[in-house]
């Protein structure tokens, strides 16, 4: 029996434009989005109404019947401009979602919480949240995302925003994808392809991009879609003796599918190469600060959470600052002093985030490294976000799997100018290793920057010893390699009080006027 024809679909003319280096599909201005909408909805009228092909939903014994039957609306999400002299420039370059989210544990302030993160991520991308939906279920639907039924409401709800996108907070597999998109009708995409997005474009650096590059194809590889001709074989495959054989026929005999897959794991293990080049040259710095003995500070911490403007408040960096996520993604290392004259270096790290896909936690385990190779690791928390440990957790957990965990840590808790003050009380209380700090007002700054004075690894060997004005390198020497407690010109030269390492001391013993 031959399957009854599906209506063609037609979608709504689409503007393209060029906006941060990266291409955008963006709807109609307002004038003309009734009348797309009005032959979206005729053709989805002339859907086949009875197309089952999902199970029903499992009637779960945790949430109660009306909880599991509803899409929860979440208020406070919705970026639409109301100011006529901005919302045409925004319809031209911004795709317009609704955010769809399943609550499987946790409380209800959980769930939204995890949704307005979504939000952010999807303002950060460039586009113009319109609505965002909560399913309460015990796990994700293994077709939909969030089943059949609620899939059907979740149509009805982008025609009613004129949405070309829906964001769904979570990783969806290949067939949830495919199967969402056939009935919501437009564009879906996960928490996973929209983080990867905002990433390709921050990336600045050679090495970032390279990076960026590798973690999208391997999101993308088991993605890859095929149609029509598309599977069809090249060049036959036949042997010569075959009944549709011949000449200029035989061949791999792969298909297009498998040629594109063939070609994207060739292009990974190019910048897998690529990558590791650029990780000897980094090793190589980091060597050169180790041989001269310079203590490391890493700054890391959720996205967004104030590392830049904290880098730049320790050592005037002049590093960019925004108010975005995922704002810096190329370290920063920056030469910086303890108030007693002590030198060493503070990095700045790419900023982790709640399910921080694992394709990227990979692709940036050499950039991460950092943090594995420093001294001492400020672990910087938004102390005005609603979820602070949340953050801390999350955090802690992308450190674990760079295998940083063994490295001194500081909880550092920014944004005291703003943040509740039972909040910070309740951080310094879970927190032993904590103190509050706003990088923006300079508050605490001064105790933060002893507390790393006496947090960095001392040199060993304290000495007195007298050098020749002869020997003025070597002076400079210890006030860069050592930590020099007190200096005096005498008439025979600098009398020196310092703590030096073993090979510096034995070169200062070698040119002294007087025993050490």
Same mark, same amino acid.
């Given at each position: 029996?031959? $399957?009854?024809?599906?209506?063609?679909?037609?979608?709504?003319?689409? %503007?393209? !434009?060029?906006?941060?280096?990266?291409?955008?599909?963006?709807?109609?201005?307002?004038?003309?989005?009734?009348?797309?909408?009005?032959?979206?909805?005729?053709?989805?009228?002339?859907?086949?109404? /009875?197309?089952?092909?999902?199970?029903?939903?499992?009637?779960?014994?945790?949430?109660? $019947?009306?909880?599991?039957?509803?899409?929860?609306?979440?208020?406070?999400?919705? &970026?639409?401009?109301?100011?006529? &002299?901005?919302?045409?420039? $925004?319809?031209?370059?911004?795709?317009?979602?609704?955010?769809?989210?399943?609550?499987?544990?946790?409380?209800?302030?959980?769930?939204?919480?995890?949704?307005?993160?979504?939000?952010?991520?999807?303002?950060?991308?460039?586009?113009?949240?319109?609505?965002?939906?909560?399913?309460?279920?015990?796990?994700?639907?293994?077709?939909?995302?969030?089943?059949?039924?609620?899939?059907?409401?979740?149509?009805?709800?982008?025609?009613? &925003? /004129?949405?070309?996108?829906?964001? !769904?907070?979570?990783? =969806?597999?290949?067939?949830?994808?495919?199967?969402?998109?056939?009935?919501?009708?437009?564009?879906?995409?996960?928490?996973?392809?929209?983080?990867?997005?905002?990433?390709?474009?921050?990336?600045?650096?050679?090495?970032? #991009?390279?990076?960026?590059? %590798?973690?999208?194809?391997?999101?993308?590889?088991? $993605?890859?879609?095929?149609?029509?001709?598309?599977?069809?074989?090249?060049?036959?495959?036949?042997?010569?003796?075959?009944?549709?054989?011949?000449?200029?026929?035989?061949?791999?005999?792969?298909?297009?599918?498998?040629?594109?897959?063939?070609?994207?794991?060739?292009?990974?293990?190019?910048?897998?190469?690529?990558?590791?080049?650029? #990780?000897?040259?980094?090793?190589?710095?980091?060597?050169?600060?180790?041989?001269?003995?310079?203590?490391?500070?890493?700054?890391?911490?959720?996205?967004?959470?104030? #590392?830049?403007?904290? =880098?730049?408040?320790?050592? /005037?960096?002049?590093? %960019?600052?925004?108010?975005?996520?995922?704002?810096?993604?190329?370290?920063?290392?920056?030469?910086?002093?303890?108030?007693?004259?002590?030198?060493?270096?503070?990095?700045?790290?790419?900023?982790?985030?709640?399910?921080?896909?694992?394709?990227?936690?990979?692709?940036?385990?050499?950039?991460?490294?950092?943090?594995?190779?420093?001294?001492?690791?400020?672990?910087?928390?938004?102390?005005?976000?609603?979820?602070?440990?949340?953050?801390?957790?999350?955090?802690?957990?992308?450190?674990?799997?760079?295998?940083?965990?063994?490295?001194?840590?500081?909880?550092?808790?920014?944004?005291?100018?703003?943040?509740?003050?039972?909040?910070?009380?309740?951080?310094?209380?879970?927190?032993?290793?904590?103190?509050?700090?706003?990088?923006?007002?300079?508050?605490?700054?001064?105790?933060?920057?002893?507390?790393?004075?006496?947090? =960095?690894?001392?040199?060993?060997?304290?000495?007195?010893?007298?050098?020749?004005?002869?020997?003025?390198?070597?002076?400079?020497?210890?006030?860069?390699?050592?930590?020099?407690?007190?200096?005096?010109?005498?008439?025979?030269?600098?009398?020196?009080?310092?703590?030096?390492?073993?090979?510096?001391?034995?070169?200062?013993?070698?040119?002294? =006027?007087?025993?050490?």
């Amino acid at each position: 029996m031959s $399957r009854p024809a599906r209506t063609l679909y037609r979608k709504p003319v689409i %503007l393209l !434009c060029y906006v941060r280096n990266h291409l955008t599909f963006t709807s109609l201005p307002q004038e003309h989005q009734p009348r797309a909408k009005g032959r979206r909805a005729d053709a989805l009228m002339d859907e086949d109404a /009875g197309w089952n092909v999902f199970d029903a939903e499992r009637d779960g014994e945790q949430f109660d $019947r009306e909880e599991r039957a509803a899409l929860r609306r979440v208020a406070g999400l919705s &970026t639409e401009l109301q100011d006529v &002299t901005e919302v045409e420039y $925004r319809q031209l370059r911004l795709e317009r979602v609704v955010l769809v989210g399943v609550w499987t544990s946790g409380t209800a302030a959980d769930a939204e919480n995890s949704l307005s993160e979504l939000a952010a991520l999807a303002e950060t991308a460039g586009a113009l949240v319109l609505d965002g939906v909560i399913q309460r279920r015990d796990k994700p639907d293994p077709a939909t995302y969030i089943g059949s039924g609620k899939a059907q409401e979740l149509r009805d709800i982008v025609l009613e &925003t /004129g949405a070309d996108t829906v964001v !769904c907070d979570g990783e =969806l597999s290949p067939g949830q994808l495919i199967h969402l998109e056939d009935v919501v009708k437009i564009k879906v995409v996960d928490r996973t392809a929209l983080i990867l997005d905002i990433f390709a474009q921050h990336a600045k650096s050679r090495e970032g #991009k390279a990076q960026v590059s %590798l973690a999208q194809m391997q999101y993308m590889l088991p $993605r890859l879609r095929g149609w029509g001709q598309s599977l069809s074989r090249q060049m036959g495959g036949g042997g010569s003796g075959s009944a549709g054989g011949g000449m200029a026929t035989r061949g791999p005999g792969e298909t297009k599918i498998e040629t594109d897959r063939r070609r994207i794991r060739e292009k990974m293990a190019k910048l897998r190469r690529e990558i590791a080049e650029m #990780k000897t040259g980094r090793e190589v710095k980091r060597g050169e600060r180790r041989r001269n003995r310079v203590p490391s500070v890493a700054i890391a911490g959720y996205t967004n959470a104030g #590392k830049s403007s904290l =880098l730049n408040r320790l050592t /005037g960096a002049g590093v %960019l600052v925004e108010n975005a996520l995922f704002a810096t993604l190329d370290p920063t290392v920056r030469r910086a002093e303890t108030p007693s004259g002590r030198v060493y270096t503070l990095a700045d790290t790419v900023g982790f985030v709640r399910h921080l896909p694992h394709h990227l936690v990979e692709a940036f385990r050499s950039t991460m490294e950092e943090v594995g190779d420093a001294d001492l690791l400020l672990h910087l928390v938004d102390g005005s976000h609603p979820q602070p440990e949340a953050q801390l957790a999350a955090v802690r957990e992308v450190i674990r799997e760079v295998g940083a965990q063994k490295v001194p840590e500081i909880v550092v808790i920014n944004k005291a100018d703003i943040a509740d003050p039972l909040t910070l009380q309740r951080l310094l209380r879970a927190e032993p290793r904590a103190m509050v700090v706003s990088a923006h007002t300079g508050q605490g700054v001064e105790d933060l920057l002893e507390l790393i004075d006496a947090e =960095l690894p001392r040199p060993e060997v304290e000495l007195k010893t007298l050098l020749p004005y002869t020997e003025g390198a070597l002076v400079a020497r210890v006030h860069r390699e050592g930590e020099v407690l007190g200096e005096e010109h005498t008439a025979e030269g600098t009398l020196l009080t310092a703590r030096v390492h073993q090979e510096l001391a034995a070169d200062l013993r070698r040119v002294s =006027l007087t025993p050490a």
